[in-house]
């Protein structure tokens, strides 16, 4: 039995039991010493048990005194319901509430808790800067040639080494380079999908994503949804005489932060491949895992070809510098043309500078920090929700990402709240943003990339207050 493998089957016994109850909050837990006598491990594995418990902030240590179980009241609040799209075809684009938070982006003045991307506070710039500095002495012409089409070498062969930790089995050849990863689903759909077709996506589900499925004409199908299992199979098996694509995020889908089980996310490669409909998977959030190890992809479960995986760091590493990917399976080669048609080359120095950030494992050292900080967040969150909030509001228990679905009582609109919060210099992202239906009106997205501060506190504590006062 290996090591890693014993850590994370101790650490997941002992937070299966802070979960459940049977360890309670304030309890004491056994000496890093006792831990390692009880299991039968070494002293260094009982400390990376701790770590990786601190880490879910389901601990916590006391100088002198040991660790504890945290406090996790935030857990008692109830959950959002499941989602009921209707099972039609729709395009009502809700342009006003997006272009109000999307139009807001730059401004100094305003807390985004609206923008689902890690606040700069938490990347590691000065790091990145060199690596962009190593890029253009090791280029050739300092960078300024094209790059091959497919993309850079060293960035292609990182992502598919990368891909044995999520049960993938990719090579560098599978992978073509884009600029982000919404750019990489823009291909994939250009390559897929006429104007007239339809697609189906989860409700809710990212603005950005159905933006662009009305710009390219596509009749949007939107699927039900669980707030901790994700995709409704069955709402899904009973669309598929009707889709011709599906493009789904199963991994941490903002704004619910669910991770699809992993017999779901076989059964439903399985169904599409059945019917021959390509799945898009968009695969931004895969790292930002808060348990003990990151999720399987669809892509793993994919023996036809059918799965075209979509990644990017724009979520975890570098929102600004546009770097991601895709694994288009058999649509390589469709890809590849639009690709040469539409950009011809990606930027060469930025994406060395990735790879080689990857390659070196600082990325690994900077995800584990980063995971640790969001989930704290999270949890600071949720318990200033549970006690400044209206009574009766629901929220997600993502189990990675970056954001919070919250649904108020009925009596409340979160788009009336949207421009009451802008004018205390508050942004927030209104549910009805996420869906082309009519849904989600008492709904909104949270992200909780900021750095934790009283200050954030307060302006949460006042988000609450408004709320409050539409009753």
Known sequence: MGKDFLYNQIAGTIAINIKSGVLKTGERLPSVRNLSKEYGV??????????????QSLVQSKPQS?????????????????????AVANSVDPDQLI???????????????????PSGDLLPLTKLKKEIVLATRSLKEGGTEYEPLQGNVKLRRMVAARSRGWGGSLKESDLVTTSGCMNALVLCLMALAKRGDTIALESPCYPGILHLAASLGLKVMEIATHPVSGIDVKALKNLLPKIDVCLLVPNFNTPLGYCTPDDNKKEIV?????????????????????GNERPKCCKSFDTHGNVLWCGSVSKTLAPGYRVGWVAPGKYKEQLLKLKYIHSI???????EAVGNFLLTGRYDNYLRNLRRTLHDNYQQY????GEFFPEGT??????????????????IDSGELYNLALKSKISISAGRMFTLQDQFHNCMRLSFGLPWTNELKLKLQQLGNLAKTML
Do not use: C
């Open 42 to 55: 070494s002293i260094n594995t009982s400390k990376r048990v701790y770590f990786e418990l601190e880490a």
């Open 66 to 86: 040991g660790y504890f179980v945290s406090p996790m009241e935030y857990l008692k609040l109830p959950l959002p319901e499941a989602s009921q799209p209707l």
């Open 99 to 117: 272009n109000g938070v999307y139009s807001a982006m730059g401004r100094t003045d305003l807390t985004f808790f609206s923008l689902g991307v």
């Open 345 to 351: 080359a990606s930027t060469s120095i930025i994406h």
């Open 270 to 290: 399985s169904l599409l491949a059945e019917y021959d409909i390509p799945l898009i998977e968009d695969d931004t959030y895969g790292d930002i895992y808060f």
């Open 394 to 411: 629901k929220i997600s228990r993502p189990q990675g990402g970056l954001a919070l679905w919250i649904e108020f009582p009925k009596g």
């Open 382 to 385: 949720a318990t200033t929700i």
